[in-house]
């Protein structure tokens, strides 16, 4: 049983690496500018993907390593998730009622150490109710999906890989 837990947190792994690379490449290949809010999302994205990753390096055959790993990957998807459910409810509101998201990250952190290194990732725009679509469906909806997926995925393969083997039965025919 265990695999299917390491399965699951592979999965993880690599489908949050895919939409952080998603991410990136649509604001730097199709120049969708992200907001505050899709700023924090992508940080909760890469949040997963590195504790993903970080727990992948445990010996995940104790329950207890496997609760830590389901809190700690779950931790940045419930921000996420949380982040991304306020998106959708100001996207929601008329546009004269949609309040502002705050300044632009790059404005907020400029003079801090180390901005350099990581300005690319926090780059964008303080229009938290500008609404970006793939196959017609918002962002952050796509955001709230995969955050909620990541959080039904772990739970439930963390309850699968709890329960105990199977008990095999040989059944026997004397004559």
């Not at 306020?86 to 003079?111: D, N």
């Amino acid at each position: 049983m265990l695999k299917e837990y390491r399965l699951a947190v592979w999965t993880v792994l690599w489908v949050s690496a895919l939409g952080v690379a998603a991410s990136f490449t649509a604001q730097y290949a199709f120049g969708m500018n992200p907001c505050v809010m899709c700023i924090q999302q992508r940080v909760a994205l890469i949040g997963v993907a590195v504790l993903a990753w970080a727990m992948l390096l445990l010996d995940l055959e104790v329950i207890n390593r496997k609760i830590a790993a389901f809190v700690a990957i779950a931790a940045p998807a419930v921000f996420g998730l949380y982040i991304a459910a306020k998106q959708i409810h100001l996207q929601s509101l008329p546009l004269m009622e949609q309040p502002s998201c705050g300044a632009p990250w790059t404005f907020r952190l400029r003079g801090a150490p180390f901005f350099e290194w990581y300005e690319p990732i926090i780059r964008g725009t303080g229009a938290c109710g500008e609404v970006y679509k793939v196959l017609g469906v918002p962002l952050a909806w796509w955001s709230a999906a995969f955050f909620s997926a990541v959080l039904i995925l772990l739970l439930a393969s963390l309850w699968i890989s709890s329960l105990p083997e199977p008990k095999k039965y040989i059944a026997r025919f004397d004559d």
